[in-house]
């Protein structure tokens, strides 16, 4: 597992005058934490199968209906609601596989999802976006695409989570091409299209074939897309969600189950009650998936928090959100299934809030058994946000965490017996050969925390993490190259972009 | 372990206005994380018995000396460098007990270090302190006082560290007189003198006897008292905190044995060396205590870090210091030591970096297994500052980790299937029975984290986590009562302090 610290530091690449750490892929050599107690966890398992059987899910889908009907699911008559025996379900989610390696145009960003593999992601999906110079507003094209710049910047932000901000003013028949093409053009990372119906990803998979010049049995074998269903908790699942769905596990690309499973708001007031109901949803789209296309990659996402229960308004990196996140790595490992979870946080300024929630987040999910940290950089406001200035804060931490998991060496070199003889009491090791030979290397060089002392950072302006951050990401744009790209494919593209627009793009 | 989570909550005790959880012991029921592998861990012990035996450890003492040679340690003649057999070592550390009650002037206050308990303490020994009214300026009598009306007013913060500010504007020879005087008036929680030289400790051990009402052999059997040895590393214990430690020895009160080794400075520039040193210095000085009065209390502290090797400046919440802090515990717990780390940040702000760099020394802490957090509210700029606005994000962090020691409680009750059955698909929990008859108590509920929307939060004034905690510590403050303490007590100590300001103190 372990390599020579030096050789493994000696690749720190630097991209324009941005220190970082090299591009790499993390390991979990830790055990999990486990907050479930083995008879907790079968009690959760036991519960989601009984509300499967009993209260059963919507699936709000004629084609997704008739699939499960055909497959021995209970329907009633012109019902919408499912029931499932638990040999149905534990029979199908049986095919998932332990692992997918999903295929970047880059392969060396291919990433591997399952097993104690943790891969970190962007943030997805806000509809707003802020920086400290341009303020809060509208999520548009022009900041989606920075936003992209920054994920192919930093080696640490291993894919792109769907749109990191939503490009709110191109038209929303065609919003996906446009999407789609700077996702490719601008970063050579995994990117995932949305599940709001068929079109959208079958024009996702049109465009991941030219990028990487395969054919679609290929990219059923080498999968390289990957789409979030949060089911519409509590129990349903809505028809664009399963066109979705159905059009991905057709063409052997894995869907993330993630129930959005509020406490108090959209599921059971206690943890328990919450996780049995996202574990109850997750199965449920999993079966579903598995019904089409037997044996297809999934994932299983967690993404339970609280709400403020005065307000209703919903709460993230909580001490409750930290459990659940552990708690939702083990039912994963359970059943065999990658696991997604994701870096929130509540907070409205890029200050201690937003360090503390997301840290109660990473924390959860990493000791969790993550194996995709979805919203890893820039998810602020409860995903309400996508900031520019959070996006290096988390980039800062998210790189701690990866360095927090190299495991650590100890060898007769690295302890170090002769350096502390020579050295002897009273000394210091600053001019020892031992040093010497380390020093450049040795730790974790951070690229937003402040080590000067209080007097020099004061007479450097006494700047916050937030005010550093902002001009960290404006260097990182201004360096910014976009990643090699054959021009015949970008041509390809284009024109399928084209077509695709005259022909009207997706039905709205 | 779990008790009734309503019946939990209904504790929650409400200091005037202000929200906080109540007092209570916690546990950590998680197994902890375990960075280094077994024969990892076994190579760091064999390294650490080979420095002892093989470079030895400076004891600046005479009398240290003498015990040291009279139990067998090699000491050449006309030197203070001391070389142990590892047998010595060995048979002197198993006497410690693996667990040790301290005894609070209020017995609920009381607390155990061992085994999984887990206690959080104030920041201890900063010679600034700061806050956003005052500014940043040299600690003083004022400030201490202040500090540890927050210690007393907050449940989270179980005990004093120390001074958590130098009153450094009272005389050397009898600061400590009045700084005992107000740990023990001021609150009626732990605290701490320091080791420095002999009398400082006696002068302690009378004013603790006069507070609880009981003598030096009732002290012995129910000790009150800690005190930290922060090793001269590398391999170097001095003359005062030799005598303060054999005092402490004699009296039955636990040392905790702590040495500093930042790794690229006092100690080996890589965590395995600079874990072999704390190790070794940890030991030597055990085994001092050990032969001093055998079987007496003793704590196992780590506190290994690294240097930033540009410019010297110490790092602190670093992924190197949060590996190290659970190795410590990994060392700590192989000898069945009681456990202290700290909670520790090298900001200068109180901003996203402090809350980060925190949060890591937190999570290292708590997972590594520690049972006594030093340094758990207040600490800034690697220690150089108390501040005001630090401790009250400090006390919602640990809050927040005290909660997600909290067992889930998975019952038929918590799953709430029957209120899934009701609400249905499509649905929501606000309304429902299962939600009314738990909304007060379900979640933690934050002191400093803001859940408003955007909108609210920017018209209220976008306060940052700083500001808003400036408001808090001045309200608490604003609001504090002494605990009670019998007159008569506190006649006798103030007779005591005089007694020895007329004698003038200890010798400095």
Not at 250 to 257: A, E, K, N, S, Y
Not at 305 to 332: C, H, I, W
């Amino acid at each position: 597992m372990s390599r020579d610290q030096q050789g493994r530091r000696r690749e720190r690449r630097v991209v324009g005058g941005l220190k970082q750490l090299p591009w790499r892929h993390y390991r979990n050599v830790y055990k999990p934490i486990e907050v479930l107690r083995p008879e907790q966890l079968e009690k959760i398992h036991e519960a989601s199968l009984k509300i499967l059987e009993e209260i059963g899910i919507e699936f709000l889908d004629a084609e997704a209906l008739s699939i499960l009907k055909a497959a021995g699911a209970k329907i009633e008559s012109g019902s919408q609601r499912v029931r499932f025996d638990r040999g149905l379900v534990l029979e199908s989610i049986a095919k998932v596989p332990r692992e997918v390696m999903l295929h970047a145009r880059n392969p060396e960003h291919n990433l591997t999802f399952g097993g104690n593999h943790v891969n970190f992601g962007s943030v997805a999906s806000a509809p707003n976006v802020s920086d400290m110079d341009r303020g809060r507003r509208p999520g548009n094209f022009q900041d989606y695409c920075e936003l992209l710049k920054l994920v192919q910047t930093y080696n640490i932000v291993q894919f792109t989570g769907g749109y990191p901000v939503e490009p709110a003013d191109r038209p929303p028949a065609t919003r996906h091409l446009d999407a789609h093409l700077a996702a490719i053009t601008l970063t050579d990372k995994l990117w995932h299209p949305y599940s709001l119906g068929k079109h959208r990803i079958s024009d996702a998979v049109e465009m991941i074939c030219i990028a990487r010049g395969i054919g679609k049995e290929q990219l059923k074998r080498e999968p390289s897309l990957f789409s979030i269903v949060n089911s519409n908790s509590p129990l349903r699942l809505d028809g664009p969600m399963l066109q979705g769905l159905m059009e991905m596990a057709r063409h052997g690309q894995p869907v993330v189950l993630t129930p959005f499973t509020l406490s108090g708001a959209m599921a059971p007031v206690t943890i328990a009650g919450a996780l049995a109901q996202q574990n109850a949803e997750a199965l449920a789209g999993i079966t579903m998936i598995q019904l089409v296309a037997p044996g297809v990659p999934c994932m299983y996402g967690g993404f339970t928090s609280n709400v403020d229960m005065k307000s209703g308004a919903p709460a993230f990196g909580t001490p409750e959100y930290a459990r659940a996140a552990m708690a939702g790595g083990q039912l994963a490992r359970r059943y065999g299934f990658p696991y997604r979870s994701s870096n929130a946080c509540a907070a409205n300024a890029v200050d201690a809030q937003a360090a503390y929630e997301s840290e109660m987040s990473i924390w959860g999910a990493v000791m969790g058994g993550v194996n995709m940290m979805l919203h890893g950089a820039g998810w602020m406001e409860g995903g309400l946000v996508a900031s520019f200035e959070k996006f290096i804060l988390d980039v800062e931490m998210l790189q701690m965490m990866g360095e927090f998991l190299q495991p650590l060496e100890v060898t007769d070199d690295t302890l170090g017996l002769e350096a502390m003889t020579d050295v002897g009491p009273g000394g210091h090791f600053f001019g020892t050969a031992h040093t010497m030979a380390r020093y450049e290397t040795a730790f974790y060089s951070p690229i937003l925390s402040d080590w000067r002392n209080y007097e020099s950072w004061r007479l450097a302006g006494a700047q916050t993490a937030e005010q550093r951050a902002n001009a960290i990401w404006k260097q990182a744009l201004a360096e910014f190259q976009p990643p090699p790209l054959d021009p015949a494919i970008t041509e390809a593209l284009e024109a399928f972009v084209a077509k695709r627009k005259e022909e009207g793009g997706v039905p709205t």
